[in-house]
């Protein structure tokens, strides 16, 4: 069956929207359940830079500039996975619904394992010594789904642009 222009174009749109509202991964639908971890609204100074393999290095998550002593908040409702120190740095990781947990590093717990948060509730607060940061203190914010599935976090806070082009 041969389809008229309009009636392919109609088709294409069609497919792309199923394929987009589809597709797994945080995306527009946790838009909304989801808040920025600084307020304001920071300056995201470095990218998610996934590894090619996860025994390989990369860029785990963004930094988000900051000042010490600024607040983070919960990103998303969930439960404190875990407050406390790594590799010589203080961390605190939230699990959420969908087997996704956020974490941020460096900052100093203000909540221990196991109590449950709501978007927006103070976790802690930022403290100086985040490799790389071209400020004097930044948030790293991390985001991953199961055991090794890292995700970058910006499409929790940010609504995707979806653009159609002609065909």
């Known amino acids: 069956m041969l389809l008229t222009a309009p009636l392919r174009s109609l088709a294409v749109v069609i497919a792309a929207v199923v394929v987009l509202t589809a597709a797994p991964g945080p995306g527009s639908a946790d838009a909304g359940r989801f808040v920025w ?58 699990d959420h619904e969908g087997g996704l947990r956020t974490t941020y590093e460096p900052v100093e717990a203000a909540v221990a394992a196991g109590r449950r948060v709501t978007r927006g509730d103070p976790i802690g607060t930022v403290v100086a010594g985040h490799d790389g940061c071209a400020s004097p203190a930044c948030l790293h914010w991390g985001l991953r789904r199961g055991r090794d599935d890292y995700l970058d976090p910006l499409p929790l806070v940010e609504r995707p642009v979806i653009r159609l082009l002609p065909v």
């Open 37 to 94: 971890p600084l307020d304001p609204r920071p300056v995201v100074s470095r990218q998610f830079d996934p590894p090619e393999q996860n025994w390989l290095p990369g860029h785990r998550g963004v930094d988000l500039d900051a000042h010490v002593g600024q607040t983070v908040v919960a990103a998303g409702d969930g439960v404190v996975a875990f407050a406390g120190v790594v590799a010589g740095k203080p961390v605190v990781s939230v």
